[in-house]
Nanobody
Framework: QVQLVESGGGLVQAGGSLRLSCVFS????????MGWFRQTLGKEREFVAA????????DYADSVKGRFTISRDKGKNMVYLQMNSLKPEDTAVYYC?????????????????WGQGTQVTVSS
């Protein structure tokens, strides 16, 4: 069974940076597309970024383009989300997700496996 565990969240001032990490286990990492989503209280989970099985393709939400970078390390079974120029509106619980897709899904229902989430809080 695939398991995902996120880390790296925390409190940061606006304009600062954080790097989120997600460790993948229980499957063949290179077979999975990976995504990052975020959710705030009372709102639906929203797409942030995705990366395909070999890291050759990425996609981002318009709200984070140019500020966030998704990457993966096949040797460590890790996926990362580097977040720069953070804004208060980036405050959310961030989730790592995985599924076997050739494309880069942007909808939560397209991912079967999820981590428990890590809180990111950006103060103004």
């Amino acid at each position: 069974q695939v398991q995902l565990v996120e880390s790296g969240g925390g409190l940061v001032q606006a304009g600062g940076s954080l790097r989120l990490s997600c460790v993948f286990s229980g499957g063949i990492f290179s077979s999975y597309s990976m995504g990052w989503f975020r959710q705030t209280l009372g709102k639906e989970r929203e797409f942030v970024a995705a990366i395909n099985w070999d890291g050759g393709r990425t996609d981002y939400a318009d709200s984070v383009k140019g500020r966030f970078t998704i990457s993966r390390d096949k040797g460590k079974n890790m996926v990362y989300l580097q977040m720069n120029s953070l804004k208060p509106e980036d405050t959310a619980v961030y989730y790592c997700a995985a599924d076997v897709w050739a494309s880069l899904p942007k909808e939560p229902h397209q991912y079967r496996y999820w981590g428990q989430g890590t809180q990111v809080t950006v103060s103004s």
